[in-house]
T-cell receptor, first 109, second 113 residues
């Protein structure tokens, strides 16, 4: 069945470090892919999305590329800030919506 | 308006109480969802309403009763809950296809005592 597999956390980085959170998917068709962010005590916010292969997205310094050949949708940021500390969820939208398990990011000053 | 508004933000209720959670969106989305999120876990789907009709019930206990009075409103009625039902309850909405992604509300933090 359709699913997403997300890198386990927590991930702890120093400020200005490079971030990668891995996400791979399994789907029978061509799903849309999403990254959501959840700050402590809040709901989920849509961070990035891509609807077809080779789509690239960027928002708030975060970047993703939808890579059909490796069925991946990794989240990257060149220089993280303390304010990026949150839980990040990869998600797949096809016939239903599937969330990854979430990756907690801690950024230290 | 690009928001999903949930009320209340926090709710404490006893096991014999009846309470309701409310969700509202004015984006013209025709699908609305209730999710339950336990600490350190991803959201779990409870119910889906599509064009104001219940289309998915993920085997949720009957002590949770959803209602969609119109295309902008979604309620979740709670009765005789258990302490293990304590969680963050999230409402979301989307255009009629899931491929467009969801817009989430900020949630109701429910504590059952």
């Amino acid at each position: 069945g359709d699913s997403v597999t997300q890198m386990e956390g927590p991930v702890t980085l120093s400020e200005e470090a490079f971030l990668t959170i891995n996400c791979t998917y399994t789907a029978t068709g061509y799903p849309s892919l999403f990254w959501y962010v959840q700050y402590p005590g809040e709901g989920l916010q849509l961070l990035l999305k891509a609807t077809k292969a080779d789509d690239k997205g960027s928002n708030k310094g975060f970047e993703v590329t939808y890579r059909k050949e490796t069925t991946s949708f990794h989240l990257e940021k060149g220089s993280v800030q303390v304010s990026d500390s949150a839980v990040y969820f990869c998600a797949l939208g096809f016939n239903k919506f599937y969330f990854g398990s979430g990756t907690k990011l801690n950024v230290k000053p | 308006d690009t928001e999903v508004t949930q009320t209340p933000k926090h709710l404490v209720m006893g096991m014999t109480n009846k309470k309701s959670l409310k969700c509202e969106q004015h984006m013209g989305h025709r699908a609305m969802y209730w999710y339950k999120q336990k600490a350190k876990k991803p959201p779990e789907l409870m119910f889906v309403y599509s064009y104001e009709k219940l289309s998915i019930n993920e085997s949720v206990p009957s002590r949770f009763s959803p209602e969609c009075p119109n295309s902008s409103l979604l309620n979740l009625h709670l009765h005789a809950l258990q302490p293990e039902d304590s969680a963050l309850y999230l409402c979301a909405s989307s255009q009629d296809k899931v491929g467009y992604g969801y817009t989430f509300g900020s949630g109701t933090r429910l504590t059952v005592v």
